[in-house]
């Protein structure tokens, strides 16, 4: 099942591509954000569909992604239970980002994306990333709501992948940020 569908929740298996112009006007930068929902039965193979998404849509020789896993995930305030969905790093100006991967973006590498990948997901690295021991706050870790791996790469403005998902520059000069989404991206 490949469809668009703007606005697509935490729960489903999708990917957001975003165009960025970068430095020049024939560069872009290419961001790729998979979600795949914590609770989903087959997510070792949503894993291998990753990887055969960037397989498929940049073929060989691929460009140099980078990479990094994060997460949607649920806060409780201590003492009300009220609870949200945050997406990224909760505490502003704290050196922790919500990076499950390590700090900063890896280089993606295709034979060890997996390894890293199922390391970066598991109950424990997870609530070592996420509970805030040394920080003064009311919110809390709860529990995950999907994790999200963040793949970027620069392409020249003509590239392929840019035309397949409709997603070319802006022809009225200035810079915009252009989007796709596609749910179940097998």
């Known amino acids: 099942m490949d469809f668009e569908l703007h606005n697509a929740g935490r729960e489903l298996f999708k990917v957001d591509i975003t165009q960025v112009q970068a430095e020049d006007t024939v560069t872009f930068l290419a961001l790729l954000n998979f979600n795949v929902p914590a609770d989903r039965p087959d997510f070792y193979t949503c894993l291998l569909n990753i990887i055969s998404f960037l397989d498929r849509h940049f073929g060989r020789p691929q460009p140099q992604f980078s990479y990094q896993v994060t997460a949607s995930y649920y806060l409780e305030k201590l003492g009300t239970g009220e609870e949200r969905v945050w997406t990224g790093s909760f505490l502003a100006g704290n050196e922790q980002n919500c990076s499950l991967s390590g700090p900063g973006f890896l280089v993606y590498e295709r034979n060890s994306f997996l390894a890293v990948a199922q ?3 598991e109950p424990n690295n997870v609530h070592n990333c996420l509970a805030w021991r040394d920080s003064t706050t ?3 870790f709860s529990r995950i709501s999907s994790f999200i791996f963040c793949f970027q790469t620069r392409l020249n403005v003509v ?14 000069g200035r810079q915009e940020r252009r989007h796709h989404t596609v749910v179940d991206p097998s």
């Open 159 to 172: 590239h392929p992948f840019f035309q397949r998902f409709r997603i070319l520059p802006a022809t009225r």
């Open 138 to 140: 009311e919110w809390q």
């Open 119 to 121: 390391q970066s997901v």
